[in-house]
């Protein structure tokens, strides 16, 4: 095993981990914000990859093409949200009926399973080729960096209005928030409208750098936006406090998770074993909390004393 092998990986790593990061500030709004799993992500990434390379075969701008797969992006959480609240099918299953019919939509949109898209034909954001010996203004790492800083004040000042009280308080507790009279199904709806944008954006972006759309691109994406997640809160929930800092934290965890991921590989690891990798590192820090309150927190004692 070459070190300088993983070393000169280390570039293309932390790219991918910041456009994953995207997605898992995404999946952070549904699982942490809104207490919801939903699994249309899986669908909707490969949705936004789709829509940005087939608007950008069209001969569209770049910056329109990625605005158009966000907004396919939030017309699928708009699919799933009216599944959840005017059907009233439950979240988890409405988000596997959305990424089942994305699977179609998806094939139809490309026309095959597969679109390759040549940086050296389209003006591409991003690219794994625009890593080293790029300039600055081209560099993937900088750009996503910097798009990453936009999307995280513009939630910062989103989720401070009156409308993303409004979501986070009916995340926290959907009864008192009805009672308070807020309309918590349309708040169901707008977040995981947002959620899939900043999926299908995310989605836009890695289609780009990796040169190409595929139907199984999104599969397992829910898993990593997950691992993303809960890496990023283990890691630096103690330091982040504020809310913009935790959305850092995030996409933070998407670099942590994608350069274990690399090591893993560097370090030989049968590549067909990855995903289930990838599951049980979010199976062990999800049940970390609860085993450390269950089995390593001394319960309180009631001294039982009266009290004048």
Known sequence: M?????VNAIPGTVAQGLIWGIMAIGVY???RILDIADLTVDGTLC???AVCIMMLMAGNNIWVSMLAAAGAGMLAGLVTGIFHTFMGIPAILAGILTQ???YSVNLKIMGKSNQPVNVDKYPLLVSLRHIKNVPLY?????IVAILIAVLIAVLYWFFGTELGCGIRATGCNANMSRAQGINTDLNKVIGLMLSNALV???GALLAQFQGFADINMGRGAIVIGLAAVIIGEAVF????RNFALRLLAVALGGILYYLVYQTVIWLGLDTDLLKMLSALVVAVFLAVPHLKSKYFTKPEVNGGGKHA
Not at 138 to 142: D, E, F, G, Q
């Open 2 to 6: 070459n070190i300088m092998s993983l």
């Open 29 to 31: 709004i549904t699982f």
């Open 47 to 49: 949705t936004g990859g």
């Open 100 to 102: 089942l019919s994305l």
């Open 138 to 142: 081209k560099n993937s790492i900088l």
């Open 200 to 202: 299908a954006f995310s």
């Open 237 to 240: 929930g103690k330091i982040f």
